[in-house]
């Protein structure tokens, strides 16, 4: 057991001596999977035999991949024609991987119920553990320490337990990789770094886990480097994510240069003796915000999230659906008392959560390809998030975070299981066709029948129909949104020049339009998915089948907690059960601040809130409405025949070109200036030639003049012994 | 508090010093090496006299004896010996070069000036005219061999010793070739 | 009379050191040399006259070895003419490099 810096400090906690104190277990046990799957992926193990089936497959897009591979790179699949050896520790890594998760979730289960025990949402304290001083300068004293409360509970069962399902997903998924322990060591990584993220209980240790899954993303998406367009991607995504970065840094160097703390408890202690709205506070939150746009892809960072589809499939659904991108929103529930403070920063958090929302919703409207329908999705939903957490109902945001991770990793996940149909059936007709093109799927609802279920169980569930869990989140996010345009400190706050309750109805008229726009593309994915006409092919159709069950098991565990997650926190118009399970379990974390924002408001009517449950309900359906009767399966063609697009539908397709523009605006002209004035002009120019050389030149002249006194002639000597008298006396005589 | 001199001092001083100034200037603007070596001669005999007037008889003996009656004779006997007399063509640099060298000159002189301006201090000045009545009293030759032979002993001795290298080196240089076999 | 000297000494061993950056006949440089020590010999009477016998002592070594640095540098000329036929300083760079 990891010793701790305080032993029993002055007040003992409810959890001390539970099994809270193996909390430290829980992101080591993952750790070691990294370490132990990392060492088996380098042993040289695999051998490509005669018919080397490592020609490289990238994600079926059918580009151009390079001949030369190592084995790891390539990512071969079940073949006719070449009999495919899996990685030799194939079996140990499916042991350890999904293994070391089981334990860790069943551990983390196990401190939950130990928190239940000691009151639940009745423990104010939080559970801080202080394993060592981590960085001690001066005044600045930061501790590697877990901060275990209500909230941090939550989202580590939900990193554990989704993750835990992913992993075991992933075992059918990359089973025929030649990767296959490098994969899972890198999982077992970002599920690390994740749980530091969530558990960090100061906001440099949370740093480190912020960083560390971006790392892990960037790993993760470019896991088939060999194809450049994935390496590209991951690149892009780590870039992206470091734009953000900086914000969250400067917002540290704030909070340390005024307040003198970085842990949680010490900075809620010293806000609240700061002026509410100031700028100081202001600022703070804006910087944690920028930090947010960029790991949890808002306008203007969003640009990563699509282009990190490159990646495996269970990828996206853990780290892109379930848990990195949701940072974010973790970050900003974490600095509830900062933001409860900051009625500007709310708003700002509020306008990108929703402009976001509704601007990726309409990409999603017109692609094609499933994978990226549902990555505008996921930019689509963190907006909702934001909009939550920003309005102050960090419990609805929260609450959005947890059914989101249900319902969008079931839908990956889902999609995964397509994908993987898909391809297998290419590759017996060996046919290079886009896997992931919906107008080259169609009716498959016959060869894969529960994965056709459970995805139309996600897609109401994301739509917001009740009694699906996405209802009882979407609808709890637009209602606190609703309230608090009437009287809260936000609304009364003012941003550029109008007043915060306008912009806060114009969210909610935005959220609203976002709503429809979800409903009607996730129906339109499904349509063109598993209705209508199959499109793939002849000979491909026979060998579509459902995917094995360590795939699709997952996918039905997903699905029940899709659907009954509502549980969590049903409002109290809709008393079907427990009533604010939720709100009652992170009281003692956000309670205060959400109280705060909303102090003094009337109590809302219940007609009122009945009406704006029916109106959720009624887009919700108009949505799903709309796209079957305006959509017709059976008028798409394959990809290979299907027209361009035009108009306007070509610029949603394009994503109203927004990568182009970042490209022509930012990426050309700093390209631009490394390469002509840092690397030719400074680098080369200065460094190099005046520097290096141009000492060494010095260097050499100086020892030619040397060298040109020594003439042999003895009347320059007589000279220099003149001038250097001539020089002495006066030095002499200056003094 | 320059000491009265009467003026037959004052003037066979300056007089012996233009001539020395003039003798040297003359000197250097020879281009027969046998006249350049008359001049110095010239100027060694007007230092001496300089040294008498200055209370320094024996210095003075010695430098007509020594410098004007050996070096310089030695001086003109290897004149003689490579057959120099006359003074080659272009025996002096450019006028640039003699310009450059006045102007060193006068630098240095200048310099020289400037640190004029330093005094010693007054506890090692002598008493005024305190050589002079120190000659009078035991001879020109005492002040001097006294502190020769007793503080600065070693360094004579050691001049000596200089001496008998400079006579084996001069010696072994001007050897000539062939005398090796003719002993 | 120290001044004066002095003033006469200076001015000597400027002369002398003229002839030595002007000349180029090795023997007139060497006599340039003497000149200059010479000098400096006035110098040193003329302060002996004020603090002591000390200079006047000096004078006598600077003599002594002024002797032997003749006799020998004059040698070294008279081997250098036997092989350069020449005591044109221009023209001799032996120690060059």
Request: hydrophobic letters at 55%; proline letters at 4%; charged letters at 10%.
């Amino acid at each position: 057991m990891l010793p701790l810096l305080q032993a029993a400090a002055a007040a003992a906690h409810p959890l001390d001596g539970t099994a809270a104190r193996w909390l430290w277990a829980v992101p080591l046990l993952p750790l070691a999977g990294f370490v132990i799957n990392g060492a088996l992926s380098i042993l040289p193990a695999y051998h490509a035999g005669a018919a080397d089936p490592g020609l490289a497959h990238g994600d079926g897009h059918g580009a151009a991949h390079l001949e030369t591979e190592t084995p790891d790179t390539a990512g071969a699949h079940a073949d006719d024609h070449h009999p495919v050896k899996r990685h030799r520790y194939a079996g140990l890594v499916s042991i350890i991987g999904p293994g070391v998760l089981m334990v860790s979730f069943l551990l983390s289960a196990m401190i939950f119920f130990a928190m239940r025990g000691a009151g639940g949402g009745a423990m104010t304290e939080p559970f801080i553990q202080r394993y060592f001083s981590w960085m001690p300068v001066g005044d600045l004293k930061i501790d590697a320490a877990f901060h275990l409360d209500q909230l941090s509970m939550m989202m580590t069962l939900v990193v554990t337990g989704v993750g835990m399902l992913i992993h075991i997903f992933s075992v059918g998924y990359m089973q025929d990789d030649p990767g296959y322990p490098r994969y899972f060591s890198y999982l077992n990584l970002f599920v690390f770094f994740m749980l530091l993220l969530v558990l960090g209980g100061n906001y440099p240790f949370l740093f480190i886990g912020w960083e560390g899954v971006g790392l892990c993303s960037y790993l993760l998406i470019g896991f088939w480097f060999s194809d450049k367009a994935n390496a590209d991607a991951g690149k892009k995504a780590f870039v992206v994510n470091r734009i953000g970065d900086f914000g969250f840094l400067i917002a540290m160097f704030l909070m340390f240069a005024n307040m003198g703390t970085l842990d949680f408890t010490g900075v809620r202690a010293a806000t609240q003796s700061l002026p509410v709205g100031g700028a100081l506070v202001t600022a703070i939150c804006l910087f944690l915000f920028l930090g947010c746009v960029g790991k949890s892809a808002q306008i203007p960072l969003y640009v990563w999230l699509p282009d990190a589809m490159a990646g495996p499939t269970p990828v996206s659904a853990l780290i892109h659906a379930a848990t990195m991108v949701t940072a974010g929103v973790y970050l900003v529930a974490r600095s509830s008392f900062l933001f409860s403070h900051a009625p500007v920063a709310q708003l700002v958090v509020v306008l990108v959560g929703a402009v976001t929302a509704i601007f990726s919703a309409s990409i999603g409207l017109k692609q094609w390809d499933i994978k990226k329908v549902l990555a505008y999705s996921t930019v689509s939903q963190l907006g909702y998030m934001f909009i939550g957490v920003g309005s102050g109902a960090y419990v609805a945001g929260v609450f959005h975070l947890v059914t989101h991770a249900f319902f969008k990793a079931l839908l990956f996940l889902g999609s995964g299981s397509v994908i993987y149909a898909m391809h297998a059936a290419y590759h017996h007709t060996d046919n290079h066709d886009d896997a992931q093109d919906m107008r080259n799927m169609g009716g498959l609802r016959q060869y894969l029948p529960i994965t056709f279920i459970l995805m139309w169980i996600a897609t109401l569930a994301i739509a917001g129909i009740p009694p699906l869990s996405g209802f009882f989140s979407k609808d709890e996010i637009l209602g606190s949104l609703f309230a608090r345009a009437e009287h809260s400190t936000i609304a009364s706050a003012h941003l550029f020049g109008l007043a915060g309750s306008v912009w806060l109805y114009f969210s909610w008229a935005l959220g609203l339009a976002a709503a429809f726009m979800t409903a009607t593309y996730m129906t339109r994915m499904m349509l063109y998915t598993f209705h209508g006409p199959n499109r793939t092919g002849e000979a491909e159709r026979s060998h579509l089948r459902e995917a094995p069950w360590v795939m699709t098991g997952p996918l039905v565990v997903l699905a029940i907690l899709a659907a009954f997650g509502g549980w969590l926190n049903l409002p109290e118009l809709i008393p079907i059960g427990r009533v604010g399970l939720l709100d009652h379990w992170l009281e003692p974390v956000v309670g205060e601040s959400t109280r705060f924002v909303v102090a003094g408001a009337p109590e809302a009517s219940p007609g009122l809130e009945y009406g704006l449950i029916a109106l959720a309900v009624l887009i919700a359906v108009a949505g799903i409405t709309t796209a079957i009767i305006k959509l017709k399966p059976a008028t798409l063609v394959p990809k290979r025949e299907a027209p361009q697009e035009e108009g306007f539908e070509r610029v949603l397709l394009d994503k109203y070109y927004v990568d182009e523009i970042y490209d022509d605006a930012i990426v050309k002209p700093v390209v631009g200036i490394s390469r002509g004035v840092l690397w030719r002009g400074v680098d080369a120019g200065l460094i190099d030639g005046l520097g290096v050389n141009g000492s060494a030149y010095l260097t050499r002249f100086v020892g030619w003049v040397g060298s040109q006194l020594q003439s042999g002639q003895l009347g320059t000597y007589a000279w220099v012994l003149a001038l250097g008298v001539l020089a002495v006396l006066g030095a002499f005589g200056l003094r | 508090m320059e000491p009265h001199y009467p003026l037959f001092y004052t003037f066979h001083f300056y007089l012996f010093g233009v001539i020395a100034l003039a003798s040297a200037l003359a000197f250097v603007t020879r281009r027969s090496p046998v006249a350049a070596a008359l001049w110095l001669v010239n100027t060694m005999f007007s230092l001496s006299a300089l040294y008498v007037l200055l209370d320094a008889q024996f210095i003075g003996v010695m430098q007509v004896l020594v410098y004007a009656g050996a070096i310089m004779v030695v001086f003109l006997f290897v004149i003689m010996l490579l057959n120099l007399g006359h003074g080659g063509i272009g025996d002096t640099r450019g006028l640039g070069w003699k310009l450059a060298a006045g102007a060193v000159g006068l630098g240095i002189l200048a310099e020289i000036f400037a640190l004029t301006k330093a005094r010693a201090p007054t506890i090692l000045t002598l008493p005024e005219g305190f050589t002079a009545r120190e000659v009078a009293q035991t001879g020109a030759i005492a002040p001097i061999a006294a502190p020769l032979f007793n503080e600065y002993l070693l360094a004579f001795e050691v001049t000596s010793i200089l001496l008998l290298a400079a006579v084996v080196g001069a010696v072994v240089l001007g050897k000539q070739r062939g005398d090796e076999h003719a002993r | 009379m120290l001044g004066e000297a002095l003033f006469f000494s200076a001015v000597l061993f400027v002369i002398g050191l003229f002839g030595v950056l002007i000349r180029r006949n090795a023997i007139i440089v060497f006599m340039c040399v003497e000149l200059m020590l010479n000098a400096v010999n006035l110098t040193f009477v003329a302060f002996a006259q004020q603090y002591g016998a000390g200079g006047q002592v000096f004078v006598f070594f600077v003599m002594t070895v002024a002797a032997a640095e003749a006799a020998v540098g004059l040698a070294i000329i008279i081997a250098l003419f036997r092989h350069r036929q020449t005591v044109d300083l221009q023209n001799i760079n032996l120690l060059k490099g």
